[in-house]
């Protein structure tokens, strides 16, 4: 049976924009970035289940973590009013295959959760809006995305006397672009190695350009 995915098509995106330096190139690796983690995720959700209808698979040769896996993602996926989270998606997955969850303050979920606040705030952004301050001074009121961006030393935090600069201007980077991609890769990597059995660990195995990671992403 072949299986073609959305997420190596989208993730060939991310790589693409984070080898160029164009203008907006960080944002599509940023946006194509969540894409891809949130169509992995649900891909490897319907390959649980999808391995459960195939005839001669057992739970003793699929794992019980896979078979519980797609029990508990069957309805997440078929009903349409399911509202789990990709970060409850992920959340869940590591609970069922490693016993625990993502520590939310260590990487790689705390990147791939300002990814995903990241790409949120691009999507959802309101007219950056300039304004004076108590002191006369004009600013914008700074997105908590950015904020997070500046605490992962991905961009520099700007001086206090640093002139105004458009936040979206700010996260146009090289670096930028660089490390949703790498967050991509870390997040798939540790899906990965969170599976210890055999079958099930080839049955989800991710596409072969996202694992292992290049020494360069590490």
């Known amino acids: 049976m072949s299986v073609f995915t959305s997420s190596g098509a ?9 080898k160029a330096s164009g203008k907006n190139d960080a944002i599509v690796a940023v946006v194509f970035s969540a894409m891809c983690l949130e169509a992995f995720i649900n891909e490897k959700i319907s390959c649980a289940i999808a391995n459960l209808k195939t005839p001669g698979d ?5 794992g019980k973590e896979l078979c519980e896996f797609a029990r508990w993602g069957k309805p997440v996926v078929e009903n349409p009013k399911d509202r789990t989270s990709t970060a409850g998606k992920y959340q869940k997955a590591r609970s069922i295959f490693a016993g625990r969850k993502y520590h939310e303050e260590e990487s790689p979920f705390k990147d791939f959760q300002v990814l995903m606040n990241l790409r949120n705030w691009l999507v959802h952004k309101k007219l950056e809006e300039v304004y004076k301050d108590d002191s006369g001074e004009y600013a914008m009121e700074k997105p ?3 904020d997070q961006l500046e605490a992962l030393k991905v961009i520099d935090r700007l001086p206090p006397d640093a002139p105004t600069q458009s936040d979206l201007r700010r996260i146009d980077t090289p670096g930028v672009a660089r490390w949703a991609k790498k967050t991509v890769l ?4 540790a899906f990965d190695k969170s599976i210890s059995n055999k079958v099930a660990k080839a049955r989800l195995r991710p596409d072969r350009d996202m694992l292992p990671i290049p020494e360069s992403d590490q």
């Open 10 to 18: 989208l993730f060939s995106i991310v790589r693409n924009a984070s």
């Open 186 to 189: 870390r997040m798939i990597d």
């Open 144 to 146: 908590s995305a950015i």
């Open 58 to 62: 057992t739970e003793a040769n699929l």
